[in-house]
């Protein structure tokens, strides 16, 4: 589950880290409120408005501005709330922005100069251990930091049974050049990063700049967070910030209808059951010529109810030109999956107008192949990898 910024934040100062403060408003009046109320807590008049939404790269969008007075404030809150955000990381059409956060403008002078550095929590799949990514060169995009300079991306990895060692955090800081003050304050703000990450169950934590100020305090100014939905039971306070206007609408509805459906790009419609046979479905479509267009497991019923309406999530999207059913019959007979395809084309009616292919096998698969072939339906049977495969390249 994706997180706001401002969420993000509220999370990490409940673990102690040092975060700059803000306000989320939802109209200009509300936003010239904010910066007032900043104001009178930091004394500096100036504010940053950034558009709330789940991606990165707001601010090459349009969707970060600095505001020098309150006039600034309203005027900026108004032209980026109800705007079309578009960023690198955004579908083509962008996000509506809702919500701003009002934060204050912690690049101020002091006796030293401030310093972006990049930060992340996350798991390294490959050990099993936590790990901790970081940079001097916070600000930019970490994926062109990697191609560019390699040598400036360090990591840190933890074992999850031991957690974070104390040399470990002063390690970070001593390879980011720090010394003095904003060397102790990075060793904390390390620490205290980490239990976040693990003390909300977070799959990532990704701050984006973490500032070295100038004065040498050290504060989280961006708060890039995903926890993990498996253990979001844990978190009741946590699972009641999930936006539903910043997800998939059919992804929603796929869930709440206890189907496993992630949107893809592609052209082709899946059906599976099992997620491993449905990674193995989404290779057998890009073998074929063709590009899977979502992620779709049926789980181990198949009857008509169910069928139905994993073929109406299928076909919400536009962009696909042909369903690719692929069920092997352990727990659920082929026949009876067959059965349950029949069911539902004949009761969508005119709603299915591309072809479907269907490849059952397992128990009972002859009957099933023997239903479908009869069914007079625009429906192809298979019972091979390869077979289906060239259905499907024949129809694209």
Known sequence: MNLHEYQGKEILASFGVNVQRGIVADTPEKAVAAAKTLTESTGTSWHVIKAQIHAGGRGKGGGVKLAKNLDDVRSIADNILGMQLVTPQTPPEGKKVHQVLIAEDVYYPGPSETSEIYMSVLLNRASGKNMIMYSTEGGMD???????????IFTEEIDPGLGLQGFQARKVAFNLGLSGTAFKEMTKFVSALYNAYVGSDASLFEINPVLKTADDKILAVDAKVTLDDNALFRHKDYAALRDLKEENPVEIEANEAGLNYVDLDGNVGCM?????????????????????????????????ARVETAFRLILKDPKVKAILVNIFGGIVRCDRVAQGIVDAYKNMGDAIKVPIIVRLQGTNAEQAKELIDASGLNVLSATAFEEAAQKVQSVL
Not at 275 to 303: C, E, H, R, Y
Request: aromatic share 2%.
């Open 272 to 304: 599976v059951n099992g997620a491993g046979l449905a990674m193995a479905t989404m290779d057998l479509i890009k073998q074929s010529g063709g590009d899977p267009a979502n992620f779709l497991d049926v789980g181990g019923t198949a009857d008509a």
């Open 142 to 152: 970490i994926e062109t930091v990697a191609e560019e300079t390699p040598h400036l």
